[in-house]
């Protein structure tokens, strides 16, 4: 640098993302603490909550940020579930290193299919992926050691002689399967911290502006030197990492697996399409709002059936149609909120400008 | 079964998918969009169908006239009312809208017609073959073959004929310059949409008669008409057809090997075709 100008800075920070790390932290120490405060059911309610979130902020870092728009991430979800029963049945692993290998084998799958889907232009891409799905879901139906087209449990001592389970019953007299229920829910309270932590970092950094970029337009972003089709793939992969490891994780919980379950479009990709359509789409905030409003209404209409999926899609389609950036989106445009901003404000200068344009 | 037998069903089956290809071909064709619920409209058309057909006593080749001009309404509403207003460089808008739509559909059959699987009876001429030798062919996988045909001689027409198919063309090509020519381009996808689905309800003849449905079988329809569009190559509606009877056939060959392996045989078809020529064996659009 020759010449610096040290009143002058680039700054994503703002008041309220001040207060909102103070929150995050409170919550956080919060929900290390919830298996010894509130009762198990409810430790299974936000273990619910929050692997529901992993998968909305995934897809959400696909579509709404990379426009990466894949009806097909159930993919990883049921791939992740497969690799972390394989893991543990065929090779006797423990099921918490498993949904690492999980994770890992889930990002591997996804250079393949990348490879594929990557040629579909824009809309085709979706159903693209959704190809992708319905074939690994065909293939592994064929493997009759993990139990073929009807599916298969995981042995009984396998979750209960889990990494922890022991510890956990000494320190505190906790019962095998409430403390599987701990640990699985503190496995998903860790990702689902890490998840959000890893995209609000990525979306400030270098590759986070240069994604933006490549959404707002490509070709513009291309002649300014960001390899767009590598961003594109980088955040393919690390979503595909981030989904396997929370189906890996559901299933470590579920400890029952059929391929029609681990595979399914409505549970690992409608709803986590409505929760980020709804709460607010290429925002971080607009996922944790959506899963909390999803979860709430899931309790409400628990009875009505297929009305409930049917209510939630139209309020996708209003969502889309009348408040495309969701609920989040509509709040943050009036107030000027933003718990996580991404937007660069230049801080130091003769007169700061705030607030401005809404995207990050 | 002969090898030959085998290919010949194929050939037939891809007629069917050829069919539920068709719509979707024709609307990406004109304005670029992908309609997620397209396998969902084609079952509802089926019920509709089911309906005239068990409610009337009506024969089912009398019903699909009747519900033809029906999907036609319905098109071009849920054009004009919905799709016209998600358009835009944005893909996820009419991604997301016609996703939702899908889910809507589904479960709305659900609510209406249980999830009991259907079908639509044809009488005698379900099980009418024609024997030739080695081969027999059934009447109503040949008359579906035979449609599919139909539909795609007469949208060339329309498309290379006629005022209407110049002003698909032209707003194809470019909606803002057709638009100074007195082109009405809302007008015209409405209008294509509804085309699209009076097509859906000749498939949906072909579906409900074949063989079972229920309200959840629109996505693997979907998927189907994906790939046959696919393989074909985008903007050409014999390529679809193309596209349609290479699908049938790699299924019937897998399932002849195991029945397990139909769909997945069809899929890996797809894929290789993907591989090898990525914008599909007969391309004429440029994207």
Same mark, same amino acid.
């Given at each position: 640098?020759t010449?610096a100008?040290?009143?002058?800075k680039?700054e994503?920070?703002?008041?309220?993302s001040?207060?909102?790390?103070l929150?995050?932290?409170?919550v956080?120490?919060?929900g290390?603490?919830?298996?010894?405060?509130?009762s198990?059911?409810?430790?299974q309610?936000?273990f619910f909550i929050?692997?529901?979130?992993?998968?909305a902020?995934?897809?959400n870092?696909?579509a709404?940020y990379?426009?990466?728009i894949s009806?097909?991430?159930q993919?990883?979800?049921?791939?992740?579930?497969y690799?972390?029963?394989g893991?543990?049945?065929l090779f006797?692993i423990d099921?918490?290193?498993a949904?690492?290998?999980?994770?890992?084998l889930?990002?591997?799958?996804?250079?393949?299919?990348?490879?594929?889907?990557?040629r579909l232009?824009?809309?085709?891409?979706?159903i693209?992926?959704w190809?992708?799905?319905e074939v690994?879901?065909?293939?592994?139906?064929?493997?009759?050691?993990?139990?073929?087209?009807?599916?298969?449990s995981?042995?009984r001592?396998a979750?209960r002689d889990?990494?922890?389970?022991g510890l956990?019953?000494?320190?505190?007299g906790m019962?095998?399967?409430?403390?599987?229920?701990a640990?699985?829910?503190w496995?998903?309270?860790?990702l689902?911290a890490?998840?959000?932590?890893?995209?609000y970092?990525?979306?400030?950094?270098?590759?986070?502006?240069?994604?933006?970029a490549?959404?707002d337009?490509?070709?513009?972003a291309?002649a300014?030197?960001?390899?767009?089709r590598?961003?594109?793939?980088m955040?393919?992969?690390?979503?595909a990492?981030?989904?396997?490891l929370?189906?890996?994780?559901?299933?470590?919980q579920?400890?029952?697996?059929?391929?029609d379950?681990?595979?399914?479009?409505?549970d690992?990709?409608?709803?986590?399409?409505f929760?980020?359509v709804?709460?607010?789409i290429?925002?971080i905030?607009g996922p944790?709002l959506?899963?909390?409003l999803?979860?709430?209404?899931?309790?409400?209409?628990?009875?009505y059936?297929?009305?409930y999926?049917l209510m939630?899609?139209?309020?996708?389609?209003?969502?889309?149609?009348?408040?495309?950036?969701?609920l989040?989106?509509?709040?943050s445009?009036r107030t000027g909120i933003?718990?996580?901003p991404v937007?660069?404000t230049?801080?130091g200068?003769?007169s700061v400008?705030q607030g401005g344009?809404?995207?990050? | 079964?002969?090898?030959?037998?085998?290919i010949v069903q194929?050939?037939?089956l891809?007629g069917?998918?050829?069919l539920?290809?068709?719509g979707?071909?024709l609307?990406?064709g004109?304005m670029?969009?992908?309609?997620?619920?397209?396998?969902?409209?084609?079952?509802?058309?089926?019920?509709l169908i089911?309906?005239?057909v068990?409610?009337?006593g009506?024969n089912?080749?009398l019903?699909?006239?009747?519900?033809?001009?029906l999907?036609?309404i319905?098109?071009y509403?849920l054009?004009a009312?919905l799709?016209?207003?998600?358009l835009?460089?944005?893909?996820?808008p009419?991604?997301?809208?016609t996703f939702g739509?899908s889910i809507?559909l589904?479960?709305?059959?659900?609510?209406?017609?249980?999830a009991d699987?259907?079908?639509?009876?044809?009488?005698?001429?379900e099980t009418?073959?024609?024997?030739?030798?080695?081969?027999?062919i059934?009447l109503?996988?040949l008359?579906?073959?035979?449609?599919?045909?139909?539909?795609?001689?007469?949208?060339?027409?329309?498309?290379?004929?006629t005022?209407?198919g110049?002003?698909f063309?032209?707003t194809?090509?470019d909606?803002?310059?057709?638009g100074?020519?007195?082109?009405?381009?809302?007008?015209v996808f409405?209008?294509?949409t +509804?085309?699209a689905?009076?097509v859906?309800?000749?498939?949906?003849?072909?579906?409900?008669?074949?063989?079972n449905?229920?309200p959840?079988? +629109?996505?693997a329809?979907?998927?189907?008409?994906?790939?046959a569009v696919i393989? %074909?190559?985008?903007?050409s509606?014999?390529g679809?057809?193309? %596209?349609g009877?290479?699908?049938g056939?790699?299924?019937?060959?897998?399932?002849a090997?195991?029945?397990?392996?139909q769909?997945?045989?069809?899929?890996l078809?797809?894929?290789a075709?993907?591989?090898?020529r990525?914008? +599909?064996l007969f391309?004429?659009a440029?994207?």
């Amino acid at each position: 640098m020759t010449i610096a100008i040290p009143s002058l800075k680039v700054e994503t920070r703002t008041r309220a993302s001040s207060v909102s790390r103070l929150i995050a932290l409170a919550v956080l120490a919060l929900g290390l603490a919830a298996p010894f405060l509130v009762s198990r059911g409810a430790v299974q309610d936000l273990f619910f909550i929050l692997t529901m979130l992993v998968l909305a902020q995934s897809w959400n870092l696909l579509a709404g940020y990379a426009g990466l728009i894949s009806v097909g991430q159930q993919v990883f979800v049921g791939f992740g579930a497969y690799a972390m029963f394989g893991a543990v049945i065929l090779f006797g692993i423990d099921p918490i290193p498993a949904i690492l290998i999980a994770g890992v084998l889930s990002a591997l799958l996804a250079i393949p299919t990348a490879f594929f889907t990557f040629r579909l232009y824009g809309p085709y891409f979706a159903i693209g992926t959704w190809v992708v799905a319905e074939v690994v879901r065909l293939l592994l139906a064929q493997w009759k050691t993990l139990g073929g087209g009807t599916g298969t449990s995981l042995p009984r001592e396998a979750v209960r002689d889990m990494a922890g389970v022991g510890l956990l019953r000494d320190l505190f007299g906790m019962k095998p399967a409430q403390a599987s229920d701990a640990i699985t829910y503190w496995l998903a309270l860790i990702l689902a911290a890490a998840t959000i932590g890893f995209i609000y970092r990525l979306l400030r950094s270098k590759q986070g502006l240069g994604l933006a970029a490549v959404r707002d337009n490509e070709q513009a972003a291309r002649a300014v030197g960001v390899d767009a089709r590598r961003m594109k793939a980088m955040v393919y992969l690390a979503t595909a990492f981030m989904t396997g490891l929370a189906g890996a994780l559901i299933y470590v919980q579920k400890a029952r697996i059929s391929p029609d379950a681990a595979f399914s479009v409505t549970d690992w990709t409608a709803y986590v399409i409505f929760i980020v359509v709804i709460g607010g789409i290429g925002t971080i905030e607009g996922p944790i709002l959506g899963v909390i409003l999803f979860f709430l209404l899931q309790n409400l209409l628990a009875d009505y059936g297929s009305w409930y999926l049917l209510m939630l899609g139209l309020a996708g389609i209003l969502t889309m149609l009348f408040a495309p950036r969701g609920l989040w989106g509509a709040f943050s445009d009036r107030t000027g909120i933003q718990l996580f901003p991404v937007r660069r404000t230049l801080v130091g200068g003769p007169s700061v400008h705030q607030g401005g344009s809404s995207h990050g | 079964m002969t090898i030959l037998d085998t290919i010949v069903q194929g050939v037939l089956l891809g007629g069917l998918y050829a069919l539920f290809a068709a719509g979707l071909s024709l609307v990406f064709g004109i304005m670029r969009l992908v309609n997620l619920a397209h396998g969902d409209l084609i079952v509802l058309a089926a019920f509709l169908i089911l309906v005239l057909v068990n409610g009337l006593g009506l024969n089912p080749f009398l019903a699909v006239l009747i519900v033809m001009p029906l999907m036609f309404i319905a098109g071009y509403a849920l054009q004009a009312v919905l799709l016209n207003r998600t358009l835009g460089k944005d893909v996820l808008p009419p991604l997301l809208v016609t996703f939702g739509l899908s889910i809507v559909l589904q479960n709305a059959l659900l609510e209406g017609f249980s999830a009991d699987s259907r079908r639509i009876s044809a009488g005698a001429l379900e099980t009418a073959s024609i024997n030739l030798g080695a081969v027999t062919i059934g009447l109503m996988p040949l008359m579906a073959f035979l449609s599919a045909v139909a539909v795609i001689v007469g949208l060339n027409l329309l498309i290379y004929r006629t005022a209407l198919g110049r002003a698909f063309r032209a707003t194809s090509d470019d909606p803002v310059t057709a638009g100074l020519m007195g082109i009405r381009p809302r007008q015209v996808f409405a209008v294509a949409t +509804g085309l699209a689905m009076a097509v859906v309800a000749i498939a949906a003849l072909y579906l409900g008669t074949r063989a079972n449905f229920d309200p959840t079988a +629109g996505p693997a329809r979907l998927i189907y008409a994906f790939e046959a569009v696919i393989i %074909g190559g985008l903007g050409s509606l014999w390529g679809t057809l193309a %596209g349609g009877v290479i699908l049938g056939v790699a299924q019937t060959l897998g399932a002849a090997v195991n029945p397990e392996w139909q769909i997945l045989s069809g899929h890996l078809a797809f894929l290789a075709v993907l591989l090898i020529r990525p914008r +599909g064996l007969f391309p004429r659009a440029v994207d």
